[in-house]
């Protein structure tokens, strides 16, 4: 996995998993759940960027002292889904899983933003995964959990002109 020992970096992601099985928005989640919980409060954020880290310094050489955005950290149970939708960021959008299994669909380009007609790809996202969507394309994506809990890091670096 991208020059990462994956069975040590799926280990690192432990601590992520226990925060968020133990968190407060877990538990208040739970008893209200309609879908997937997004996890954005800044405890998360920092344990998802230490996780990340060397995702993108194995992806972006070049850009290892540039600063990537840490989204946000999904956690879907069997059967939830995170609806169709775009990004709108001119970059990369890195997800990366570390438990469970979610199948992830791409949407074919519309001449309309928020239009998602036909899927022109589905893959399956396991522990270890690492999928790149690219920001510029904007192309419209879902997710399905398959198998739960499933846990996703969703980090971000914005495009550089003189990166290549």
Known sequence: MLGLDAERWLASAAPLDRQLVTSEQMQRGQHER????????????????????????????????????????NHYETGD????????FDGTVVIATISGEREFDVYRRED????????????????????????YSNRGHAARCLRGPSVSVVADIASRPDFG
């Open 34 to 73: 309609v879908g997937m919980l997004m996890f954005r409060d800044e405890t998360t954020l920092t344990s998802g960027r230490a996780l990340m880290r060397p995702v993108f310094d194995a992806l972006f050489r070049a850009a290892v002292d540039d600063e990537f955005g840490m989204y946000c950290v």
């Open 81 to 88: 889904a995170f609806r169709p939708h775009q990004d709108y």
């Open 112 to 135: 309309e933003d928020d239009v998602f007609l036909e899927v022109e790809a589905t893959c399956t996202l396991t522990p270890g995964s690492i999928l790149l969507l690219d920001g």
